[in-house]
């Protein structure tokens, strides 16, 4: 079946820092791809998503490419704030699981000023 | 944009009480709404599939007869855990997708349930 393997946590990076959150995946064809953000006792927020091999998602400083050729979908920002300590889910959407999504288990990021 | 409303975000209850949440599509009409749960510092986990005038379709080792599942409108999905224990106690979000966006997952602010 399908499953999603993220980088466990927890980040912890300086303000301005460089952040990289590795996401690998298992799934028959091409599916859908995402990362949520999670603000503590919050539900889910799209952070961005790609739908197709090379299609990079980008939104507020974050981006993602889609990479068939190595099931990857890695979350970068090249320089991060306090405000973006959260934690970030990957996850798929198989195109033959209809309208389910499959999570990672989700990284802890923690920014210190 | 469109919101997800998902109500109560916390709520204690005794140990062999039942609670329900509800989970509210504001903008749009929800034909199909998702409940998860999630333990501290760990994933989503799905648990069903909530259908508007049908049965909810249950994930493997999901007790459809603990947690109950009623979609009786197009903007209303309701989860309510049956004969609560200790070991129910956990985060429940819901999830609905607005008619014609692909992908578009939209997700409640989710229920802390703290069973007593």
């Known amino acids: 079946g399908d499953s999603v393997t993220q980088m466990e946590g927890p980040v912890t990076l300086s303000e301005e820092a460089c952040l990289t959150i590795n996401c690998t995946y298992t799934a028959t064809g091409y599916p859908s791809l995402f990362w949520y953000v999670q603000y503590p006792g919050e539900g889910l927020q799209l952070l961005l998503k790609a739908t197709k091999a090379d299609d990079k998602g980008s939104n507020k400083g974050f981006e993602a490419t889609y990479r068939k050729e190595t099931t990857s979908f890695h979350l970068e920002k090249g320089s991060v704030q306090v405000s973006d300590s959260a934690v970030y889910f990957c996850?798929?959407?198989?195109?033959?699981?209809?309208?389910?999504?499959?999570f990672g288990g989700g990284t802890r990021v923690l920014v210190k000023p | 944009g469109a919101v997800v409303s998902q109500h109560p975000s916390w709520v204690i209850c005794k140990s062999g009480t039942s609670v329900k949440i509800e989970c509210r599509s504001l903008d749009f009409q929800a034909t199909t709404m998702f409940w998860y749960r999630q333990f501290p510092k760990q994933s989503l986990m799905l648990m069903a599939t909530s259908n508007e005038g049908s049965k909810a379709t249950y994930e493997q080792g999901v007790e459809k007869d603990k947690f109950l599942i009623n979609h009786a409108s197009l903007t209303l999905s309701t989860l309510t855990v049956t004969s609560a224990h200790p070991e129910d106690s956990s985060f429940y979000i819901c999830s609905a997708i607005p008619g014609g966006l692909v992908d578009g997952y939209t997700f409640g602010s989710g229920t802390r349930l703290t069973v007593v």
């Open positions: 996850a798929l959407r198989g195109k033959a699981a209809g309208n389910k999504l499959t």
